[in-house]
Each structure stands twice: as structure tokens, then as C-alpha cells.
């Protein structure tokens, strides 16, 4: 992500939310877990109930886009936007006026998906979508763990990706065209989709959110959630999982601002509330070398403790039975033949 579009991002993030879509799930947010969330399919984009097993709804365009790449605080959100192929210029574009989300206001994002969400709508009517929030918490585990087991993070939205575009096929709906806008090689990207979606036609581009509409609605969905999920977090942080409002002047604005590493907001505030041991809560990405290096230089500056883990510096030495049994307990005979007790010899038959 450039300089430019994590201004943009940090200028627009949203203050007190105008609208909260049924993809905020608190008490996951709360706790730091990722989840999904995947609207009802509209009875128009599935086959008449009377239909043969074969049958299919209309052919559906599909758009993805996430939110929230960048930041050192809050979820990563990958969302997807679809509906039927001859609609998506005219309802998107010209109807409701989509567009990047980074170039809409907080106010007009939250109208559109507020629309979205509101039955009788012609967007509720036609149009489905799903967003996968990937928690602080877990982009950071996942990217720390060792070696060759690090899941970085383009893995992580690749999978994100995936698991919701199979799951709007699993729920029955006819995708045929599918449109990513991704920050990395389009060309590797793509090839890695047609892999898992070889039905579909797939077109992963740079600025695909501005350039196809469904991916402008995906990149709205994923907005606004990242944004209102960012606001419960801050509402809830500290609390036991329990969000409190008004309690203090502060909580109308906050403190930590876009959530990122160049918002000065954000690192005043992470260097502000940085437990001795603990760092952080849920909402930081500990992964991240600003929360890493404010981490490992706290001791020296004495706001944190250090802690030391114990290295096993014999690590393939032990015996299976070493776990059963003292160090100095003498054992008879082969080792594993006694595990179960001294061996029967046939006169005990």
C-alpha cells in the first residue's frame, strides 16, 4: 500500500459510526477471533424452488476488495459483493453511484450499505454479500509463527478469498464472472484463482475497485465494517468484552485514531496504553514492527519486562519413555517392552 492511499485511508476512516451492518459481530471482535459473515442469497439469483437438481439462477458477476491492510490496530476485512451480470453498471453505477470506497465519504459509504442491508430495497432485492474479518490477533500469530511455518499476509487474504468466494458458491449462487482488486501481481494472483475457480471468468487488476463496479460495491462492504469494527474495539477495549458508551468525553472520538503506524494518533496512543507484559490487547497486530519495536525497546527504556524462555539445548536426546517414568528409575530390559509392565513368560500360560 502507497503513502498516498494510506493517506487517503487515514482521512477517511470513519468517526462514530452512522450505521452498524449485521456483519459486526462483537463479541468475536471482543475477543479477538476472525470470522464471516454472509448476507441472505436474494430469492432472485437462485433457481425456482420447483426446479431439477441441474438448474441454475441468473449468471452473477462477483467483486473483491478488502479494508484495512495497513493498520497496526484493528481487523483486516475482505469482502465480496455480487449480483446478476446485466445489472451491475446500471444499479451500481448509475442507480446508487458506487465507487471506491476510499473516495466516498463516511456518510455516504454508510447510506449505501445501509441500503444494502434494508429489505424492499432494490439493492437487498438483487444483490448479496459476504465479508471474512481477519482479527489483530490472529494476522499477527500467524505471521510470527517460526521458520517455515509463517503464514504472512498475502497468504492470509488469499485464503480469506477464497473461503468467501466458495462459500457464495455453496450457497447456491451462479458466479461466472469474478473481479479482485488486489495490491501484489496481478498476473500470479489470478493464475492462483483460476487454479481453485476454473468455471469462472477472473480478472484481478490494481484499482479494480474503481474499475468495476462490483468490486467498488466489495470495497464499501469491507469499508464500512473495518471502520465500525475499529469503533467497537475501542469501545469495548479493557472492558471484559462488555462495550460501555459515554462514559467519558473521550469515547466520542478515538483516541488511536485510523489505527495506522503513520497516524500519529495511533502511536501516541500505543505508546500511552502498553501494558508491561502483556503489550496490547486484541486489537493490535503484534506482527507489525511498530508495535514490535516499541515491544522489544520498552525494557531498556523501563516501561516493560523482558522476559527470558528457557532453551532445551539437548532437544533430540529424550526417550519416549522419559515422559513415564523418573530420570534415575532404572529399567530392566528393552525399553518399550516394559512400558505396559514386566513381560509374561510362557509359563505363565
Not at 482521512?11 to 451492518?21: C, G, M, N
Not at 451480470?85 to 455516504?108: I, M, N, Q, Y
Not at 448479496?128 to 494476522?139: C, E, K, M, T, Y
Not at 527470558?308 to 530420570?327: A, C, I, N, Q, S
Amino acid at each position: 500500500m502507497d503513502d498516498t492511499q494510506q493517506a487517503e485511508d487515514m482521512a477517511l476512516e470513519t468517526p462514530p459510526p452512522f450505521f452498524i451492518p449485521p456483519s459486526i459481530h462483537e463479541t468475536a471482535l471482543l475477543a479477538g477471533d476472525s470470522y464471516s459473515h454472509f448476507s441472505p442469497v436474494p430469492p432472485s439469483l437462485l433457481p425456482p424452488p420447483d426446479s431439477p437438481p441441474s438448474a441454475t439462477g441468473p449468471p452473477c458477476a462477483l467483486g473483491v476488495d478488502e479494508a484495512g491492510r495497513g493498520p497496526v490496530l484493528g481487523p483486516m476485512v475482505y469482502g465480496v459483493f455480487y449480483l446478476p451480470l446485466p445489472l451491475s453498471d446500471p444499479l451500481l453505477r448509475t442507480t446508487h453511484h458506487f465507487d471506491d470506497s476510499k473516495v466516498l465519504t463516511p456518510a455516504v459509504r454508510a447510506s449505501l450499505m445501509q441500503t444494502l442491508c434494508t429489505p424492499a430495497t432494490d439493492l437487498h432485492a438483487a444483490c448479496g454479500w459476504a465479508v471474512n474479518a481477519l482479527s489483530a490477533r490472529d494476522i499477527g500469530a500467524g505471521m510470527l509463527r517460526p521458520g517455515l511455518a509463517a503464514y504472512n499476509l498475502n497468504a492470509q487474504a488469499m485464503d480469506a478469498t477464497v473461503e468467501l468466494i466458495r462459500g457464495v458458491y455453496a450457497r447456491g449462487v451462479n458466479v461466472q464472472e469474478i473481479y479482485v482488486d488486489t495490491v501484489g501481481q496481478p498476473v500470479a494472483y489470478q493464475a492462483k484463482l483460476e487454479r481453485v475457480f476454473p468455471t469462472a471468468k477472473i480478472t484481478v487488476a490494481k484499482k479494480a475497485d474503481s474499475l468495476y463496479p462490483c468490486v467498488s460495491a466489495a470495497s464499501v462492504c469491507a469499508k464500512v465494517t473495518r471502520d465500525v469494527a475499529l469503533e467497537t474495539l475501542w469501545k469495548g477495549r479493557g472492558r471484559g468484552g462488555e462495550a460501555v458508551e459515554g462514559e467519558e468525553a473521550e469515547e466520542e472520538s478515538m483516541a488511536w485514531g485510523s489505527g495506522y503506524p503513520s497516524d500519529g494518533r495511533c502511536v501516541t496512543w500505543l505508546k500511552g496504553n502498553m501494558h508491561p507484559v502483556w503489550g496490547w490487547g486484541p486489537e493490535c497486530r503484534f506482527s507489525w514492527g511498530t508495535a514490535k519495536d516499541m515491544l522489544e525497546a520498552a525494557p531498556a527504556k523501563g516501561g516493560g519486562v523482558k522476559v527470558e524462555w528457557p532453551v532445551d539445548e539437548d532437544p533430540d536426546t529424550h526417550r519416549l519413555t522419559d515422559f513415564f517414568v523418573g530420570k534415575d528409575e532404572e529399567m530392566d530390559g528393552d525399553e518399550l517392552g516394559t512400558w505396559f509392565g514386566t513381560p509374561a513368560g510362557l509359563e505363565a500360560f
